[in-house]
C-alpha cells in the first residue's frame, strides 16, 4: 500500500525557513501528482502547493505564494516544500498527499487518494 512520511517540521520564528520533506512508497511516484496541505486547530484542511507528475508545473495558495516552493526528486521518490519568510499564520500540520496517475497539478482535496500523517509546523512571532 501507499505510504507517504513527512519530516522536517519544527518550531522557527517568523521570517525563518523549514524545508518538509515527503518520502514516498509504494507506488510509482515519478507517475503521480503530488500535493502539500495544512491544517490549523479548528480550520478545515487546506491546499498549499501541488506539482504535477511531470515537474513542469507547480501551483501554490496566494497566501504562501512567493515565500514557498513545491519540488520533486524522483530519484529519492520525495517531494519537498520549502517555506521561507515564515508568518505565524503558517502555523499548521503539514500533510503530503498523492494524486492522480499522470495527472497535471491538482488542489482539491478529495482529488487525493493517499496522505501522510502529517509534521507540525510552529511559527512563533
Known amino acids: 500500500q501507499v505510504q507517504l512520511v513527512e519530516s522536517g517540521g519544527g518550531l522557527v520564528q517568523a521570517g525563518g525557513s523549514l524545508r518538509l520533506s515527503c518520502a514516498a512508497s509504494?507506488?510509482?511516484?515519478?507517475?503521480?501528482?503530488m500535493g502539500w496541505f495544512r491544517q490549523a486547530p479548528g480550520q478545515e484542511r487546506e491546499f498549499v502547493a501541488g506539482i504535477n507528475w511531470l515537474s513542469t508545473t507547480t501551483r501554490y495558495a496566494d497566501s504562501v505564494k512567493g515565500r514557498f516552493t513545491v519540488s520533486r526528486d524522483n530519484s529519492k521518490n520525495t517531494v519537498y516544500l520549502q517555506m521561507n519568510s515564515l508568518k505565524p499564520d503558517d502555523t499548521a500540520v503539514y500533510y503530503c498527499?498523492?494524486?492522480?496517475?499522470?495527472?497535471?497539478?491538482?488542489?482539491?482535496?478529495?482529488?487525493?487518494?493517499?496522505w501522510g500523517q502529517g509534521t507540525q509546523v510552529t511559527v512563533s512571532s
Open positions: 509504494g507506488l510509482t511516484f515519478r507517475q503521480y501528482a
Open positions: 498527499a498523492s494524486g492522480g496517475r499522470f495527472s497535471t497539478v491538482l488542489t482539491a482535496t478529495d482529488a487525493f487518494g493517499s
